[in-house]
């Protein structure tokens, strides 16, 4: 076998000749008029069956040999375009010659009377016109002002959707009733990874409409044939219908309001956009009225009505009943599985991602969806193609460029890093505030409270199957409490960084809106996106400013964000993926609803860090500069003596302060070098700057937490 570059051909009766080179002939054991197989170089021949097409030596010179000349029909029926790489082989098949062809009139039906002049016309005409005809391919016949337009539904052959024409070939012009149940809608989509059984709920839908053989055992039955698919932004709903109009339908129709529909016993499909879709606050549109009449002229017809949103609810209520959009399949945000599968289809056989990348990728990409993964690929080809030309200088203007050999471009794990970070799910889209860069390395101390954020995070990530056997269910939240400046904020976005999954971060005040039912709806708009993204991580810093007790002095505006809250957390929607982190420097204020099991499961104190962890954050800070020993003024060899025993002098006289005062102390020593004009920090900035830092947690201030906590744990 080998692969050929498809190029157009000017023919008309030879329209099923695929040409070739003389050269090409030989190697593939072929001669002119012998039967040959053809198909997609990325189609499997098991799944898209094989087709049949005849050899034929290219006449004229200058033609290469990896050219095969095809005709503008033969592309349309077997689904390749030019440009297309095709692989032929010589077939053990021969094209059996027609004894009677089946045709289906398209468009307006014609008087059955005149259905024996239409045959006896077609038997002169078609045979002189075509040396093959193929089940699906559409044949206008003309006499003077009258033309009739008719597709092949069968060539007579057993087993074969190609056959040759002949002087004896019969012709038979089938029914309304008969073009209907013969005509097969092909829903086989490619190149959409990840969606077989919604692929496959719709060949049944599809397959109901066009032929409801379950009405010969109930008289009253009624197909569906209205489908909504919904789904998230991105999903592929879009290319799903696109792929459903290329499928064999008689007619297709794009809906616009006044657009008339001409029933027909030839199966069609209307498409009705979003626009048309969408609810209205005052009732019923007069565009949803025209829907419903749309479906009232429809009904017993062989048509199939498909509309799409992001979901359901988002239609208006009075066309989802059985008679208008009974069926909705959703395109949901893909796995991590249905991720590789859709990388793959867009991959296809260039190898400038090599499968163990691909399936990095798949595994790094939560809450993407086919849109976003095309993207991604996409930039990740584009800076790989950078990287690789870049080292290699441009070519002058009078080189000759036609013999340069193309570098090899193979993406590595720094251009999907890269990537990553350029390309973000649509889901996270308006809400997504940046990707967390931190560390556990970067926080010192808390490494009890570090493995127990990580285990709540990763265990159902990792061990799923190992915690379903001991019936044990994922913790849906954690509340980190304590005085302010003690790290709960960068602990949430370790969390995330670690974790590598996506991050929702949230103030409480930020939710609080002055019109009624804003900030409910706002609440429940995060928790969408999360879900949809997931897994995910959300971040309510400031909580309280959302969840107070109820019957407080400022709860009242606050109660309906509150029972939005709870219900999210703990309602009938089970949230999965998703895992909420809150923090606030005031739990006394919380409602205690919030603190039960099943919501925040956890209750966490962030208080002060030890001397432990103080010396670690100092460790951290001036590991990163230029550090020298107050013994050592001038920077020489002893640059960096001393670093351990100046830590621990440090982490003392830091006693009380806040991670955030710590750090802040290690700010202003570096403004006392950068004001003498040195580049190194001596022992004595260090001093100034744990000076010159207040101390704002007070021991007042601690007795309440620990007070609170007491009253939690009772």
Not at 92 to 104: C, K, N, V, Y
Not at 338 to 357: N, P, T, V, Y
Not at 379 to 398: M, Q
Not at 528 to 547: C, G, L, N, T, V
């Amino acid at each position: 076998m080998s692969a050929f570059v498809v190029r157009p051909s000017n023919t008309d009766r030879d329209a099923f000749r695929v040409k070739l080179t003389a050269v090409s002939m030989l190697s593939l054991k072929l001669k002119s008029g012998d039967t040959c197989e053809i198909r997609k170089v990325e189609d499997d021949d098991l799944q898209h069956g094989k087709k049949l097409a005849i050899a034929w030596e290219a006449s004229g010179a200058g033609m290469s040999d990896k050219i095969v000349q095809t005709s503008k029909l033969l592309q349309e029926v077997y689904g390749v375009k030019l440009g297309d790489k095709i692989i032929i082989a010589r077939s053990s098949q021969s094209l059996q010659s027609a004894d009677r062809i089946s045709l289906g009139h398209r468009g307006n039906l014609i008087n059955q009377n005149d259905v024996p002049f239409w045959e006896r016309y077609a038997e002169k005409y078609v045979s002189s016109a075509n040396e093959c005809l193929v089940i699906g391919q559409k044949l206008q016949l003309k006499i003077g002002d009258e033309m009739a337009e008719f597709v092949v539904k069968d060539v007579g052959v057993a087993d074969a959707v190609i056959a040759r024409v002949t002087n004896n070939t019969k012709f038979r012009i089938s029914s309304g009733n008969e073009a209907a149940q013969a005509r097969k809608i092909d829903f086989q989509p490619r190149h959409m990874g990840g969606l077989d059984k919604q692929i496959e709920q719709l060949r049944k839908i599809v397959g109901r409409v066009c032929k409801p053989a379950v009405k010969q055992h109930l008289k009253s039955y009624q197909p569906k044939q209205g489908v909504l698919l919904y789904g998230a932004k991105g999903t592929g709903k879009t290319a799903f219908i696109t792929a459903l109009a290329e499928s064999g339908w008689s007619n297709v129709v794009d809906w616009k309001p006044g657009t008339q529909i001409r029933t027909s016993s030839e199966p069609q499909l209307i498409i009705i956009r979003p626009t048309y879709l969408s609810r209205t606050p005052g009732g019923q549109s007069t565009i949803t009225n025209e829907l419903q009449t749309l479906f009232a002229q429809i009904s017993n017809t062989p048509t199939l009505v498909v509309g799409e949103a992001q979901h359901p609810n988002d239609i208006d209520q009075s066309l989802r009943v059985r008679s208008k959009f009974s069926a909705e399949i959703e395109l949901p945000i893909p796995s991590a599985q249905q991720r590789k599968e859709i990388l793959l289809a867009i991959r296809g056989d260039d190898q400038c991602l090599d499968d163990a990348l691909l399936q990095q990728m798949a595994d790094r990409t939560h809450g993407y969806v086919g849109d976003d993964l095309y993207s991604l690929l996409c930039e990740t080809v584009e800076l790989t193609y950078e990287r690789t030309t870049s080292t290699s200088s441009a070519p002058s203007v009078a080189q000759d460029t036609t013999d340069e050999i193309e570098p090899v471009v193979k993406a590595t794990d720094a251009d999907l890093n890269a990537a990553l970070q350029q390309i973000r799910p649509s889901a996270l889209q308006e809400i997504f505030l940046e990707t967390p860069n931190v560390r556990w390395s970067d926080i010192g101390g808390q490494h009890e409270i570090k493995q127990q954020l990580h285990n709540a995070v990763d265990r159902p990530l990792r061990h799923a199957d190992r915690m379903a056997k001991l019936s044990l269910k994922p913790k849906k939240g954690v509340l980190l409490y304590g005085p302010p400046g003690c790290s709960k904020t960068l602990l949430v976005r370790a969390l995330a960084t670690e974790a590598g999954l996506n991050f929702l971060a949230v103030k409480g005040a930020e939710l609080i809106s002055m019109y009624v039912g804003e900030s409910e709806r706002a609440t429940r708009e995060v928790f969408r996106k999360a879900r949809a993204a997931s897994p995910s991580i959300i971040f309510f810093d400031e909580i309280d400013a959302i969840a107070s007790t109820r019957g407080g002095s400022d709860s009242g505006s606050n109660l309906n964000v509150l029972t939005t809250l709870l219900n999210e957390m703990d309602g009938f929607e089970e949230l999965r993926g998703v895992f909420v982190v809150a923090a606030t420097n005031k739990p006394q204020n919380i409602d205690p609803a919030l603190m039960r099991p099943g919501r925040f499961d956890n209750v966490v104190y962030i208080g002060p860090p030890d001397f432990e962890a103080r010396k670690e954050i100092f460790r951290n800070r001036l590991s990163k500069v230029q550090y020298v020993h107050s013994e050592d003024p001038d920077g020489g060899a002893g640059a960096g003596v001393g670093l351990e025993s100046d830590t621990k002098e440090f982490a003392l006289a830091t006693k009380g302060f806040s991670g955030a005062e710590v750090v802040a102390s290690l700010e202003t020593a570096m403004e006392c070098a950068f004001d003498n004009d040195r580049d190194y920090v001596i022992a004595d900035d260090v001093r100034r700057g744990i000076e010159r830092t207040p101390k704002r947690i007070t021991r007042e201030m601690l007795e309440e937490f620990e007070a609170w906590n007491a009253e939690l744990m009772r």
